[in-house]
């Protein structure tokens, strides 16, 4: 029996920099959590992104390491990059060291890399890819890494292994239909009738602004009661009865509970959220990127569950003709919404954390002695991370 698996293991997740990495680096802490309640789980980051914000928040400790974004074109930035990915990594591998890590879990992003460079030849690594397309960290984790786990199949990563993407309890045990009279009551929505949910991320969306403001006399005319979270830096439409406008919505599982159909851009995490809670979605991937948004929505608009449509081609007679038949015909919301439910993995996180504690050596109930001293015991130094005993 491995260490691990008889004493409290220990497991690093690096997702730090932006809410795309980090939620699910700690969807996963939690499930691990639920797992082995005795777990010891350390979060690496930076003092860059909502690091310093989201983890602590969560009640995981929080390693700052240095950041080591790669520059984009030639400069002098990219002249330090050797010394910068040289002292990032130096201090990844006191981190650990330190906490006696048992299995290091990357999640893409600067602060991956010199996770897995730190953790190269000591420390199991498994490498979790959010998006279709690889990002560089995660091609380098990839070669090395013990589990290649991907939320989409496609990456083009070796040997890669499809999970979904790891989400929130409060999200894939979401009950929508008991929650839904809180819901509507909670954003001030009509109790009857459909709601089209629309979201464009923390800034807003311009596209999807400007559709919504000019389909939202027809949307309103047909019944249809819209919650438009508009972004901090985007314009609301003019108010009306049955629109609720708001700069961003903070209680996302109530949104979701409230509506029926969804409006929104096709980032992994929102595919996976709509996808987890059944909801039909009209997706508008970024115009620009390497069209990876569109790559995240083929599988659930291939069995169904969405429709895809380019930026530069909604507008508002788009976005009505696409909306209204949608939310006016219950039977075809229902089986879009089945097939919604069906292509996602609302069971992401937990499959995820059986993998990483198996490859820690620790896939099991923890010892009832453990219980206690898995905050306590002193870290082991110089040992071969993969010893048995």
Known sequence: MSRAARHAPSVVVAGGGTA????????????????????????????????????????????????????????????????????????????????????????????????????????????HEANARAGLANKVGARFADLVAVAVPGSGLPGEQVVGMPLRRSITGLDRMSLRPQARHFFGLPPHGPVLLVFGGSQGARTLNDAVAAALPSLLRAGIAVLHAHGRNGTAAPPARGYVATPYIERMDLAYAAADAVLGRCGMTTVAEVTAVGLPAVYVPLPHGNGEQALNAAPVVAAGGGVLVDDAELNGERATAELVPLLTDPPRLAAMSRAARSSGHADAADRLAHMVLGIAGADGPAPEQDLWRANTQAPRRGREPWAQT
């Open 20 to 127: 795309g990495h980090i939620e699910p680096a700690l969807a996963l802490a939690d499930a691990v959590r639920r797992l082995r309640p005795d777990a010891r789980i350390t979060a690496l980051g930076t003092e860059r992104g909502l690091d310093t914000a989201l983890i602590p928040a969560r009640g995981y400790p929080l390693e700052l390491i240095p950041p080591v974004p790669m520059p984009r074109k030639l400069s002098t930035d990219l002249m330090r990059l050797p010394v910068r990915v040289r002292d990032a990594v130096m201090r990844a591998r006191d981190v650990l060291d330190r906490v006696d890590a048992d299995v290091v879990v990357g999640f893409g992003g600067y602060v991956a890399l010199p996770a897995y460079l730190g953790a190269r030849g000591r420390v199991p690594v498994v490498v």
